[in-house]
Nanobody, 114 residues
Framework: QVQLVESGGGLVQPGGSLRLSCAVS????????MGWYRQAPGKQRELVAE??????ISHADFVEGRFTISRDNAKKVYMQMDRLKSEDTAVYYC?????????WGQGTQVTVSS
C-alpha cells in the first residue's frame, strides 16, 4: 500500500521560511512526478511545484523564485519556502504519480501570520 507522509508545516511570520518534506512508502518500482499542491480555505487546490524523475521542474507563477522543490532520491521530495506571505497560508499536499495513478498525502498546514 502506497502512503505519502508530509511534515514541516507550521506557523511562521511574513518573510519567514519553512521546509516541507514528503516521504513515499510502499512497494514501488518507480515514481514519475512528485510535487506539491495547496488549498486555501474556500479555494480550489492548486499546483505549487512539480518535479519529474528526470529533474524537470514546473511551478506556479506565484512562486516567484521564493520556493524551491527538490528530490534527493526516488521516494522523497522537499520544498524550501522562503519570503513567505500571508497569502501562502493553506494546507499543502504532497503528490506522487505511480503508474497511472496520482497519490496524495494527508496535507500539512502552513500559516503565515504576524
Amino acid at each position: 500500500q502506497v502512503q505519502l507522509v508530509e511534515s514541516g508545516g507550521g506557523l511562521v511570520q511574513p518573510g519567514g521560511s519553512l521546509r516541507l518534506s514528503c516521504a513515499v512508502s510502499g512497494s514501488i518500482f518507480s515514481i514519475n512526478v512528485m510535487g506539491w499542491y495547496r488549498q486555501a480555505p474556500g479555494k480550489q487546490r492548486e499546483l505549487v511545484a512539480e518535479v519529474t524523475s528526470g529533474g524537470r521542474i514546473s511551478h506556479a507563477d506565484f512562486v516567484e523564485g521564493r520556493f524551491t522543490i527538490s528530490r534527493d532520491n526516488a521516494k522523497k521530495v522537499y520544498m524550501q519556502m522562503d519570503r513567505l506571505k500571508s497569502e501562502d497560508t493553506a494546507v499543502y499536499y504532497c503528490c506522487a504519480d505511480i503508474m497511472t495513478r496520482r497519490y496524495w498525502g494527508q496535507g500539512t498546514q502552513v500559516t503565515v501570520s504576524s
